[in-house]
């Protein structure tokens, strides 16, 4: 069924993966490394385990919004993604992945994301665990639901942030 133009788009649910849906904690000892060692930080993305409230989450937010997946993840993860979330019984939705060469903050990124993405469907909410996404997307006027159910990885949001790596 295609929607015609008497109908609005569903609202959009933004969910990030890392930290959000999978557990990132057994990798980041290779963020801890001096040079950081990023090569084998995403080849283990696909070893992640899943995080259940976080996969509720998006099951729940699915049966009322169209789920868009928003990652800093670059974008050759994109397969090993996409295999991890069928493996896990992720809900349907588009992916999105930091451009190669992209290497701006996780905030900056996100929010253009956001914007972007509301220009189709109004956004309904960003679900995500870095502190600095959630307030710069909060600033822009975008809901947020902090997730807190992984613990802290204070080596990934410095990552995220100072390098624009993930
Ligand atoms: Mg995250």
């Known amino acids: 069924m295609s929607a015609t133009p008497s109908e609005s788009p569903r609202a959009i649910a933004v969910i990030d993966i890392d930290g ?18 990023w090569g084998s930080f995403f080849r283990e993305a696909a070893k992640d385990l899943p995080l259940s409230e976080g996969i509720d989450a998006a099951r729940r937010l699915a049966e009322v919004y169209e789920v868009v997946y928003l990652s800093g993840r670059p974008e050759h993860l994109r397969k090993d993604t996409l295999a991890w979330f069928r493996r896990h019984g992720v809900p349907e939705g588009e992916l999105h992945l930091r451009p190669r060469n992209d290497f701006r903050p996780a905030r900056d990124f996100k929010v253009s994301m956001l914007r972007r993405f509301n220009d189709r469907a109004p956004v309904a909410l960003l679900v995500d665990d870095d502190a600095l996404v959630l307030e710069a997307a909060r600033s822009a006027g975008f809901d947020v639901l902090p997730a807190t159910w992984m613990g802290a990885a204070p080596e990934l949001h410095e990552a995220q942030e100072e390098e624009g790596r993930t």
């Open 20 to 37: 959000v849906l999978a557990d990132v904690r057994h990798r980041l000892v290779h963020l801890d490394k001096r040079p950081k060692d």
